[in-house]
C-alpha cells in the first residue's frame, strides 16, 4: 500500500508562488512515478505535471514554463513548484502514484485527498 499526503496549499496572489509537496509512505519510492493533478471549480479533474522514475518529466501546456515538478527519494517527497500563478490556477491540487511510467490519465492506483489553492487579489 501506499499513503500520500499533500501539503503546501493556501492562498496566494496572481503572480505569486507555491510549493506542494507530497508525502510518500512506502518503501518502493523509486518504483513510482508521481503525478500531480487538479480540479478546479465547477471543472474536470486534469494531468498537471509528472515525474517519472528515470526522472523524466512532462507538463500540461497550461503550466509548461511556470511549474516544476520533482522528487526527493531521501525524503520520500514529491514536489511540485508553482510560480507566475494565476486565477485559473485555482483548483485542489492532487497527488497520485503508480508503477507505470508515462501516463495523464486519471488511472492511477494511489491517491491522496487534495490541498486547496486559491489564486486571487
Known amino acids: 500500500q501506499v499513503q500520500l499526503v499533500e501539503s503546501g496549499g493556501g492562498l496566494v496572489q496572481p503572480g505569486g508562488s507555491l510549493t506542494l509537496a507530497c508525502a510518500v509512505s512506502t518503501r518502493d519510492f523509486g518504483r513510482y512515478t508521481y503525478t500531480w493533478f487538479r480540479q478546479g471549480p465547477g471543472k474536470g479533474r486534469e494531468f498537471v505535471a509528472y515525474i517519472a522514475r528515470t526522472n523524466e518529466s512532462f507538463y500540461a501546456d497550461s503550466v509548461k514554463g511556470r511549474f516544476a515538478i520533482s522528487r526527493d527519494s531521501a525524503r520520500h517527497t514529491a514536489f511540485l513548484q508553482m510560480n507566475s500563478l494565476k486565477a485559473e490556477d485555482t483548483a485542489v491540487y492532487y497527488c497520485?502514484?503508480?508503477?507505470?511510467?508515462?501516463?495523464?490519465?486519471?488511472?492511477?492506483?494511489?491517491w491522496g485527498q487534495g490541498t486547496q489553492v486559491t489564486v486571487s487579489s
Open positions: 497520485a502514484a503508480d508503477r507505470s511510467d508515462y501516463k495523464t490519465s486519471l488511472d492511477y492506483d494511489y
